[in-house]
């Protein structure tokens, strides 16, 4: 196949920032964690656990979401709640650009 072979629905290329925290939480749980910061996503970051390898598009109102955590990363409660209450420091407010 060729690249002229495939129907492309977006493609482009911009400059983000990429923050690196490992932490452990007052559970003793380690986070391995890269925190995409990006213009797409109306502000919410990317999150990737290294460790597991999940990554999701994550802003404040998905923290508030009731097991959103414990699916996407495959968390307990406990984990989960340690984690989100770490990533509402960091994650902020959603801002809607379009």
Known sequence: ???K????MSDSTEETSTRFITL???G????DLAILTTNRFYGKKLVTDLQGGRTAIIGQDDLEEEGYLEHVFKLTEEEASELGAFLSLVVGEVNFTD
Not at 28 to 31: E, N, P
Request: hydrophobic residues 45%; glycine residues 0%; charged residues 30%.
């Open 24 to 26: 452990i939480t007052p």
């Open 1 to 3: 196949m060729q690249l």
């Open 5 to 8: 072979d495939y129907d492309f």
């Open 28 to 31: 003793l749980k380690r986070f």
